[in-house]
């Protein structure tokens, strides 16, 4: 089995996938327009939050995710 590659001149493949997201958030973040702020009650609210794929945490860890909704 080969080792890991990598190129000890230059930025990694995770450090260059880090900068390019940095870009984009800056670029999407300099294009809105006007004093964004994040309204009190939003569209499902009071629903339970959900990972990255979509499925509602549950037990425990909802009411801990929930709780940083909050704070």
Do not use: Q
């Not at 809105?32 to 569209?43: L, R, V």
């Amino acid at each position: 089995m080969a080792g890991k590659r990598y190129n000890p001149d230059g930025p990694s493949a995770e450090e260059r996938a880090l900068e390019r997201f940095t870009e984009l958030m800056i670029k999407k973040i300099s294009s809105i327009k006007g004093d964004w702020k994040k309204p009190w009650f939003t569209e499902n609210f009071m629903a339970w939050p959900k990972n990255l794929s979509g499925r509602e945490y549950n037990g425990m860890n909802a009411l801990m995710r929930a709780s940083r909704m909050v704070a």
